[in-house]
């Protein structure tokens, strides 16, 4: 750990990280019960936070493509975080479906290019220790993590409607963060000229794309409605943001000694091992969640389902696209993923949720996540055709 602090620009990454993934502890799990106190309708949540979700199929192609024309993805992490800043504090003054949807959008657009501009930046920064991405990225989980423990009991002090005060008081830090954030130019002429068309159109990066983009639809269960579903059943606000917490607390443990398992075992083991518990993850939520032991056990495995295969992801990507490609590479994953996986599993599990039973959206979720391992499959047995 002393090793990677030592790396210039690395102190930076980690507090960016620890700030917007706090961020995200703060919104995925207590913004649907924001928008349920604003007098939003379950039907309305969801498919606020699918268009919400769909928005990100666009943004990270946007920043992706000035960052890879500039070369200077910190100063667009910058403008970008303060303008979406200025869209949240918006809901102060504007309620109704409508007027949120449209501020939430502009926010949503221009905080979209956060993460994937910022794990170009620790690609340039870790270098030749990439094998220290997880030690790094794990101070993303611990914000999170704390994030969620004390906001959750806050918000049964002060009520949830003081969200949106945390909220705009973390971007606030985390703006004067990104102005420390190591400010790499990319020297273009100094780089391969890969293509990123006849990359991506290759069938086992396809099939790759596809079995990620079906992991992140797998999870918009959990985003969407795993909280009111978990409120639904008597569970009070600390201690569905103690549940929260316990998945990423696994998630720290295995970013943390990941290393170990990517030395020892194949990818495509590992990989095939993440699929196999969300499959799992999400039947045992479905079948037996009034029993709190059961739900301890599916939120450990989010370590599996989240930081292990995240981390095999960005690992396949670095390897594919690089270079002048790099940005876009990140765009992609994001674009695809958490675009259009997240939009039409939350538009899904917003059927579902309306239409059946509340558990159905799990049971339902598991089988999408049976189709990723399915795609997964198909681009493992691709990619060993083409290397031999």
Same mark, same amino acid.
């Given at each position: 750990m002393?090793?990677?602090?030592q790396?210039?620009?690395?102190?930076?990454?980690?507090?960016? %990280?620890?700030?917007?993934?706090?961020?995200i /502890?703060?919104?995925?799990?207590?913004?649907?019960?924001?928008?349920?106190?604003?007098?939003?309708?379950?039907?309305?949540?969801?498919?606020?936070?699918?268009?919400?979700?769909?928005?990100?199929?666009?943004g990270?192609?946007l @920043?992706?493509?000035?960052?890879?024309?500039?070369?200077?993805?910190?100063?667009?992490? +910058?403008?970008?975080?303060?303008?979406?800043?200025? %869209?949240?504090?918006?809901?102060?003054?504007?309620? /109704? @479906?409508?007027?949120?949807?449209c501020?939430?959008?502009?926010?949503t657009? %221009?905080?979209?290019?956060q993460?994937?501009?910022?794990?170009?930046?620790?690609?340039?920064?870790?270098?030749?220790?990439?094998d220290?991405?997880?030690?790094?990225?794990?101070?993303?989980?611990?914000?999170?993590?704390?994030?969620?423990?004390?906001?959750?009991?806050?918000?049964?002090? @002060?009520?949830?409607?003081?969200?949106?005060? @945390?909220?705009?008081?973390?971007?606030?830090?985390?703006?004067?963060v990104?102005?420390?954030?190591?400010? !790499?130019?990319?020297?273009?002429?100094?780089?391969?000229?890969?293509?990123?068309?006849?990359?991506?159109?290759?069938?086992?990066?396809?099939?790759?794309?596809? =079995?990620?983009?079906?992991?992140?639809?797998?999870? =918009?269960?959990?985003?969407?409605?795993?909280?009111?579903?978990?409120?639904?059943?008597?569970?009070?606000?600390?201690?569905?943001?103690?549940?929260?917490?316990?998945?990423?607390?696994?998630?720290?443990?295995?970013?943390?000694?990941?290393?170990?398992?990517? +030395?020892?075992? !194949?990818?495509?083991?590992?990989?095939?091992?993440?699929?196999?518990?969300?499959?799992?993850?999400?039947?045992?939520? !479905?079948?037996?969640?009034?029993?709190?032991?059961?739900?301890?056990?599916?939120?450990?495995?989010?370590?599996?389902?989240?930081?292990?295969h995240?981390?095999?992801?960005?690992?396949?990507? +670095?390897?594919?696209?690089?270079?002048?490609?790099?940005?876009?590479? +990140?765009?992609?994953?994001?674009?695809?993923?958490?675009?259009?996986?997240?939009?039409?599993?939350?538009?899904?599990?917003t059927?579902?949720?309306?239409?059946?039973?509340?558990?159905t959206?799990?049971?339902?979720?598991?089988?999408?996540?049976?189709?990723?391992?399915?795609?997964?499959?198909?681009?493992?047995?691709?990619?060993?055709?083409?290397?031999?």
């Amino acid at each position: 750990m002393k090793q990677l602090l030592q790396l210039p620009g690395a102190t930076a990454l980690v507090a960016f %990280f620890t700030l917007y993934f706090a961020y995200i /502890g703060m919104f995925a799990p207590y913004f649907p019960l924001y928008l349920d106190a604003r007098g939003l309708s379950a039907a309305e949540i969801g498919l606020m936070l699918s268009v919400l979700q769909g928005v990100r199929i666009v943004g990270p192609w946007l @920043w992706a493509w000035v960052a890879d024309h500039t070369g200077q993805p910190a100063r667009i992490m +910058q403008a970008s975080l303060a303008i979406s800043l200025l %869209f949240f504090v918006g809901l102060y003054v504007f309620a /109704g @479906w409508w007027p949120m949807l449209c501020l939430l959008v502009g926010f949503t657009l %221009f905080s979209s290019g956060q993460v994937p501009l910022s794990e170009v930046l620790t690609r340039q920064v870790l270098a030749q220790h990439y094998d220290q991405y997880g030690r790094l990225r794990l101070f993303g989980s611990i914000g999170f993590i704390v994030a969620v423990w004390a906001v959750g009991p806050a918000l049964d002090y @002060w009520g949830i409607e003081t969200l949106p005060h @945390w909220i705009v008081a973390c971007f606030l830090v985390l703006l004067w963060v990104n102005m420390k954030l190591p400010r !790499a130019i990319v020297d273009h002429a100094a780089l391969p000229t890969a293509s990123f068309w006849a990359q991506l159109c290759q069938p086992g990066v396809a099939w790759f794309m596809l =079995s990620a983009t079906l992991m992140v639809a797998a999870h =918009s269960c959990l985003y969407t409605y795993f909280s009111l579903y978990l409120d639904s059943l008597g569970y009070r606000k600390s201690l569905i943001g103690f549940l929260w917490g316990v998945g990423v607390v696994a998630e720290v443990m295995l970013f943390y000694g990941q290393h170990h398992l990517l +030395q020892r075992y !194949a990818g495509s083991l590992l990989l095939t091992l993440c699929f196999g518990a969300c499959v799992l993850r999400w039947l045992l939520v !479905a079948w037996a969640g009034e029993w709190l032991t059961v739900l301890l056990f599916a939120q450990v495995l989010h370590a599996l389902t989240f930081a292990l295969h995240h981390t095999l992801t960005m690992r396949q990507l +670095q390897r594919w696209f690089h270079g002048r490609t790099a940005a876009r590479g +990140q765009a992609l994953y994001a674009s695809l993923a958490y675009g259009v996986g997240a939009t039409c599993g939350g538009l899904l599990c917003t059927y579902w949720w309306t239409s059946y039973s509340h558990s159905t959206v799990f049971l339902m979720s598991a089988m999408v996540a049976l189709l990723g391992a399915l795609a997964l499959w198909f681009s493992l047995l691709t990619l060993s055709k083409e290397s031999r």
